[in-house]
């Protein structure tokens, strides 16, 4: 009986050591089991943000590639001509983020798609821009408009309201004025009264719509007034990137000029514009020697024309007239035109610092062109908007309808609609082929495709499962 009280002991120790070593193995399987699972989902993940790398990279040789080939260089692509949002590439797919430059809407959930065009803004570097002509733009004041124009002149001199070595002396760490042209509008940053507030707004994620975050007041970064508007910051308003080539028929060489017009219309037609050129006043010095023949006659002058808006207004073309001829006609003497901004699609603050617009006539400009999108082949419906040729004439050397940068905001997402990556490019087309000019890793500024857009890949993913 002792002895097999002892062994029924020795059997339950033996039982228990059993358990607790399968108790350890089955924890030890589920460890590996939940790492190996990790592992799985992080390399899944990895996969996912290296196919979404790889669909920006194509939809960059795409837009390459689309940018080679417009019909008409310096055209800015409707988005409704290619395609822009959840395009696929294999598992992935993408968007373009894009901007509604007729208004900052109060939209939570659907961003606007499609390219943006860097002349729609004003270019720091344009030697026309003055601190008087952007101290309006929304949370601009007069004192950061100056130290801008200080920040890139040549000189040391301290303009009105202005700063220059002795006010940057006293920053935290102090460095000096730069005094040469803005590489990029980041670099505002650096100027004397500029704030991340006033810079980026309440644009958190450079999205151009109001997420919830950004309408929230204190509840969430950034700080916000909560009034249902989006506040982009003067990072929407500038560029450094705008320039166009400037080719064609010369308008104030007469002789070119009446060969040129005489191969589109008739030969009276042209003496007509001609003789109207002759007669009409012009803003600079005495032109060239007119041509052969017609009303102007041998040795007829004509005045110096400072912008192609400008000879329309003094040619007495029609707007039809005007936009058959427009394209192949320029007023400039250099090779490049600096810092135009492009009226088809410039918002109404911008359009506000362009002389001969102004606040005055900013906002008719636009909804005109909402009105009358068909009329916005030529510069010439910026006269008939504003209505005064006088104006028109002052505007003239700042305007254009042409782009040559533009850029490619770009988010996509891989397999199962993970690995969210975002990366935004500027391309030049102003030369032989699409270049780019800028390449920055937006990424960790977070979800910039909208509620819309994550509610609608939540649902795929759903279906996938």
């Known amino acids: 009986m002792r002895l097999r009280a002892v062994n029924s002991r020795e059997s339950g120790s033996l039982?228990?050591?059993?358990?607790?070593?399968?108790?350890?193995?089955v924890a030890l399987t589920l460890y590996f089991a939940h790492a190996m699972r990790l592992e799985l989902r992080a390399a899944d993940n990895r996969v996912a943000a290296i196919e979404a790398g790889q669909a920006i990279e194509g939809a960059v040789r795409y837009v390459?590639?689309?940018?080679?080939?417009v019909a008409y260089p310096g055209q800015m692509l409707s988005p409704m001509e290619f395609p822009c949002e959840a395009v696929p590439v294999?598992?992935?797919?993408?968007?373009?983020i894009g901007r509604d430059t007729n208004d900052w809407g109060i939209n939570f959930a659907r961003p606007t798609f499609g390219l943006v065009d860097e002349a729609s803004k004003l270019n720091l570097n344009a030697p026309w821009l003055t601190a008087?002509?952007?101290?309006?733009?929304?949370?601009?004041?007069?004192?950061?408009?100056?130290?801008?124009?200080?920040?890139?002149?040549e000189d040391s001199e301290i303009s009105t309201d202005g700063a220059e070595d002795e006010t940057y002396a006293r920053m935290t760490p102090p460095y000096k004025t730069k005094n040469a042209p803005?590489?990029?509008?980041?670099?505002?940053?650096?100027?004397?009264?500029?704030?991340?507030?006033?810079l980026y707004g309440e644009d958190a994620n450079l999205n151009g719509i109001l997420d919830p975050n950004e309408n929230d007041a204190d509840d969430s970064p950034p700080y916000d007034n909560r009034d249902g508007r989006l506040d982009p910051g003067l990072m929407e308003y500038f560029t450094v990137y705008s320039r166009e080539p400037t080719v064609g028929t010369n308008v104030n060489n007469p002789e070119e000029l009446r060969t040129f017009l005489e191969e589109v219309f008739s030969s009276s037609r042209t003496d007509e514009i001609m003789e109207q050129l002759r007669l009409t006043g012009g803003t600079g010095g005495q032109g060239g020697q007119g041509g052969q023949g017609g009303q102007g006659?041998?040795?007829?002058?004509?005045?110096?024309?400072?912008s192609l808006l400008e000879f329309y207004v003094r040619s007495g073309m029609t707007v039809d007239e005007f936009a058959q001829v427009a394209e192949s006609l320029t007023a400039a003497t250099n090779n490049f035109?600096?810092?135009?901004?492009?009226?088809?699609s410039a918002s109404q603050y911008v359009l506000e610092c362009v002389p001969g617009i102004g606040l005055d006539y900013a906002a008719q400009l636009v909804a005109y062109r909402e009105s009358n999108p068909l009329q916005l082949t030529s510069v010439a419906w910026v006269a008939e908007a504003i209505?005064?040729?006088?104006?028109?004439?002052?505007?003239?050397?700042?305007?254009?309808?042409?782009?040559?940068?533009?850029?490619?905001?770009?988010a996509a997402v891989g397999r199962h609609n993970r690995g969210y990556q975002r990366v935004r490019f500027v391309f030049d087309t102003s030369e032989d082929a699409p270049l780019v000019l800028h390449r920055q890793d937006l990424t960790h500024l977070g979800w910039a495709l909208g509620q819309d857009t994550r509610t609608d890949l939540l649902a795929q993913t759903k279906e996938a499962r």
């Open 387 to 410: 209505g005064d040729d006088s104006l028109a004439i002052q505007a003239g050397p700042y305007i254009t309808t042409r782009s040559y940068q533009f850029t490619a905001d770009i």
């Open 64 to 69: 390459s590639n689309l940018l080679a080939t």
């Open 182 to 198: 803005f590489e990029s509008v980041e670099e505002l940053r650096l100027v004397a009264g500029m704030t991340t507030e006033i």
């Open 132 to 153: 008087e002509l952007i101290q309006y733009l929304p949370g601009m004041t007069p004192q950061i408009a100056a130290a801008i124009m200080d920040w890139r002149d």
């Open 90 to 96: 294999g598992e992935a797919q993408y968007w373009m």
């Open 297 to 306: 006659g041998q040795g007829a002058t004509y005045s110096t024309v400072g």
């Open 337 to 344: 035109a600096d810092g135009l901004v492009n009226v088809n």
């Open 15 to 25: 039982l228990i050591i059993v358990l607790w070593i399968a108790f350890g193995l």
